[in-house]
């Protein structure tokens, strides 16, 4: 008959750097979803009005 031996370790958790982590990851997250929501739109405008009219609206938008 075998005796398992179970051994006790501590670990160490820096729960600053952990939460940094978390952090940075949703932030990256949520900017790659605007990201591809922004291309979305720009193909989506490109698609129904063309080149020259989102050009133009683009400009028209920005100086009035």
Do not use: D, P
Not at 16 to 37: D, R
């Amino acid at each position: 008959m075998t005796t398992q031996v179970l051994k006790k370790h501590e670990t160490k958790v820096n729960v600053t750097q952990e939460t940094s982590k978390f952090s940075l990851i949703a932030v990256m997250t949520m900017a790659s979803l605007v990201g591809i929501w922004a291309l979305a739109c720009l193909v989506g405008g490109l698609i129904s009005s063309g080149t020259g009219n989102l050009i133009r609206g683009y400009i028209t938008a920005i100086f009035g």
